[in-house]
């Protein structure tokens, strides 16, 4: 019954949302308040600044966060690290990690395009070892392929769900230029099976892409969606700005 | 199998539930609540007095929250940064906000109404550009299309589509003088898929207009509720009499 | 294919549930209890003494809540006032709403005991615009109608539904004198479309009444029921009783 | 349809899963622990001295609770007062009650046994009336019979119950002198149907139990199952080593 | 119906999760923290050195815990204990137990090798009497097998179960050498059914065996998952760097 295609992964992620105890921030002190951002735009530039990996910060519009951090890193010891390193600071006193999503990037599986001359291709290498795109939004949610009684995505045959990812990738053609999508799985990681990334400098772009695929058969029968979160990227200088409101 | 409709978005919306720690409230000093109010009063009037867009506040009923903000933004910057602002307040300390919907409303799809002369109709733009009704009730939820293996909508036909969607329409046109609707969509912005606000001057239409519509095939067979809020619109200028309880 | 039932609605209702902080009561000082409970029973008794609906106060066995609210009123601004005042007591302070349901009287579709000379019946009347029996118990629950492929309530005919209703009052008249049913409607209002007080004397008969209906087609086949809350009705005058364990 | 079976109902029981705070308990002085001890072991001892009912204690294993305290009482109010009168306690400012079960014993409906020269059984009042047994463990756990297109309990016949049921005790009887089952109900009064309560002096026989019974056509088909709670019963007079860690 | 396999049970587990407050740790004076930590690492030093079971420490990737506590104890009052005794330490508040499984290691059923001229073979012993793993990293996960119409493993055949199995160990035996498995049964005992660990020197083994085990009849169509956690092992003796960030 078994035909899990082969996969190669790369460097892994996290995604950690966060939410902001405005009340305690409002009624710090200045000379606090000024500290805590210079750390933390320290950290949060210094985090960006590896030779492998990056880290960025997003505006989280609506209650589920305020703020969300991607980091990208080689191992998962670097990812628990520079997670773990945040809580050191003072900024994170007053805030709290509510939601997050850990997985590493993968290819292969559904397109050719990964292997050219017997090794990865260059295509396959800027999916594995990425660099966070500079796009003004972000839309992030993780999903898994479902498994009920008449809509089981591992029990399709290879063939069908190679038409699937087909059909799935033409309507993704269609926003080139105007999406650029990150894939990471989280099988054996997290809750959810994989984790999306659609950086956009536009929102209406990732609302047309989600739109138009979710009529593909792939979304349409085969998936469930988590939590959408839509964030607005700044500049760790600007988290100043940020936090005056 | 996609046969997703053409859809024209227009202006973002944040629908931000908040409940009040009314004990802490109740025993801050007079001098604060009157400076805290003052200071909301001219962040809801500045909020509602921009050019595009508008903000109205409402008493939720129930346990869910005690106010709902209600934004509209032509961009989501404006949208993060006026639900940001709001946390800068001093009132804003004796709430936190615990639910909330982000949105962008849309036409197209199942009208002919949308197109005039080859753009949008006035009827379009004023759904893509709306004004908040002064309706004194709102029913809000938010919803999506079923995607299970009887009932799938995003596996029926577009004809099929849209004659469900002709039945629904009619549906609401018993309800005309008496229901504004709203509608905005979220797919690939936030977890459920559309927001519904129904505006009117009796909560009873609201209730009739959501119960006739259950019975057509659109929400019957294809629909999925989130939770339903109720709220009682009120000026700026009573919020003072809102928190004397 | 819609057939909804013509519907008369009432007044409003608030089912409000509240935990108390015991620990908070437990170290008050004496002076401070007092104070809160004589204000709580001004309170209670001036919410009971509205000329039109009423409010009582039952304990709540169990953690879901210690005290249920039961208001109703003949508007929603009314509802929204009485649940308000509640939160500028001092009692309040040392509780939380942790859960609600809002919903409106309703009478019609089932039965034709509701019309009589073309007018609402006395039997109808008394369904709208009730007053809450005085039963030493109540079992409140929300409850909605199924919309799944095979047990959709929406997508019966209107006959078969009459049979269903007919089959649960006949189960419903075995306890005549010993229930006293109070049904509500909160489609477009709140998140489960109806809720149900069963008031008795005798808890058994509110768990038989529940138990043989769930054998009739329209519970165990078309109805979800959401949490049961099991409350002592109790005067406001032996709230200090409550209070001191 | 409606094929209900009479039922016989005797005493009331509460299932309270408390948590402590231990970071409070741990820097409280040594005083006011014992003080809070003392008095906790007098309620204890004195619920279970009750002359109707009794009291009982348990260690739970896991985040889920701290304590479990099963009350059993002759009345709906005197379930209250039990529930309540602990809050009042020093102890129970350390404890907030995170979850509960509220139910009532019942007999009647699957077994004759339960009639003798037609009046109840021995074994019937053994059950409607219990003690609780001494055994070192207990596996509580509420449960409810699936309403589900193709697994409805109450779309069965009668005579298929029975024969289900028949298979249950079967399955059960392989545990005689292993496992004490109590079994309550909860219809019209809690969340799920019924509560288990598997009493055992060694925990593998109630996996045993739950394990076999699983295969059983009552349970594999028929049932859903909510929390289950891993308890080591321990008398009151241990409370203070348990405190101590 | 019932055609349960006979199954040995070992020792008991209790897997902890746990949540840091790190504001307040940060701003705990370092003589507070030094002693903690000294605290800490005996606790954790002595539960590892236990003659029976052991004790292992992860830092868990994520929001869902920052610590994972694993413990492995011969009777379940041990479990208890250890679990407890924690909680009296200073670190502990610092921390609250945010998540937990409770489980017995288990053999039988499914394998010929675990009994050996009829008694236990020492494959089965080093299973139901296991040492942790030194591995790295560790990913933890609850599962249950699913009961829906179409999907039933407690309807399934015995041989048919086999069969299943079988395929599910041939994908297990591709990751021999990378993976460590230990299974830990739950039913009666926690709300799901099987607890499962993956130890492993590279997490993208441990989302290599999920991903292909998924396609196994056995996980395709009668598994659901619960949360996956994603564990880093370190010594009792490295906990001072971990709070260190």
């Given at each position: 019954?078994?035909e899990?295609?082969?996969?190669?992964?790369?460097?892994?992620?996290l995604?950690?949302?966060?939410?902001l105890n405005?009340?305690?921030w409002?009624?710090?002190?200045?000379?606090?308040?000024?500290?805590?951002?210079d750390?933390?735009?320290?950290?949060?530039?210094?985090?960006?600044?590896?030779?492998?990996?990056?880290?960025?910060?997003?505006?989280v519009?609506?209650?589920?966060?305020d703020l969300?951090?991607?980091?990208?890193?080689?191992?998962?010891?670097?990812?628990?690290?520079?997670?773990?390193?945040?809580?050191?600071?003072r900024?994170?006193?007053?805030?709290?990690?509510t939601?997050?999503?850990?997985s590493?990037?993968?290819?292969?599986?559904?397109?050719?395009?990964d292997?050219e001359?017997g090794?990865?291709?260059?295509?396959?290498?800027?999916k594995?070892?990425?660099?966070?795109p500079?796009?003004r939004?972000?839309?992030?949610?993780?999903?898994?392929?479902?498994r009920?009684?008449?809509?089981?995505w591992?029990e399709?045959?290879r063939?069908?769900?190679?038409?699937m990812?087909r059909e799935?990738?033409?309507?993704?053609?269609e926003?080139a230029?105007r999406?650029?999508?990150?894939?990471?799985?989280?099988?054996?990681?997290?809750?959810?099976?994989?984790g999306v990334d659609l950086?956009?400098?536009d929102?209406?772009?990732?609302?047309?892409?989600?739109?138009?695929m979710?009529?593909?058969?792939?979304s349409?029968?085969?998936?469930?969606f988590?939590?959408?979160?839509?964030?607005?990227?700044?500049?760790?200088?600007?988290?100043?700005?940020?936090?005056?409101?």
């Amino acid at each position: 019954m078994a035909e899990p295609r082969d996969k190669a992964e790369g460097w892994y992620l996290l995604h950690g949302m966060r939410k902001l105890n405005w009340g305690d921030w409002n009624s710090a002190d200045e000379r606090t308040k000024e500290s805590a951002v210079d750390e933390a735009v320290e950290y949060l530039e210094g985090a960006d600044g590896v030779d492998e990996g990056g880290t960025a910060v997003y505006s989280v519009v609506g209650d589920k966060a305020d703020l969300m951090f991607l980091h990208i890193r080689p191992t998962v010891e670097e990812l628990d690290a520079v997670e773990r390193r945040f809580e050191r600071t003072r900024l994170a006193e007053f805030t709290r990690e509510t939601a997050s999503h850990v997985s590493v990037t993968e290819v292969g599986g559904y397109t050719n395009e990964d292997v050219e001359d017997g090794d990865l291709s260059k295509y396959a290498r800027s999916k594995l070892f990425p660099d966070i795109p500079d796009s003004r939004f972000v839309s992030f949610y993780p999903m898994s392929r479902k498994r009920d009684p008449e809509q089981n995505w591992y029990e399709t045959t290879r063939q069908h769900r190679d038409e699937m990812m087909r059909e799935h990738r033409e309507s993704g053609e269609e926003y080139a230029g105007r999406i650029k999508q990150l894939i990471s799985g989280s099988i054996g990681i997290d809750d959810w099976e994989w984790g999306v990334d659609l950086f956009t400098d536009d929102m209406k772009h990732a609302k047309g892409i989600v739109y138009d695929m979710r009529f593909d058969e792939a979304s349409a029968v085969y998936s469930e969606f988590g939590p959408f979160y839509t964030g607005i990227r700044f500049p760790p200088s600007d988290l100043d700005a940020y936090l005056a409101g």
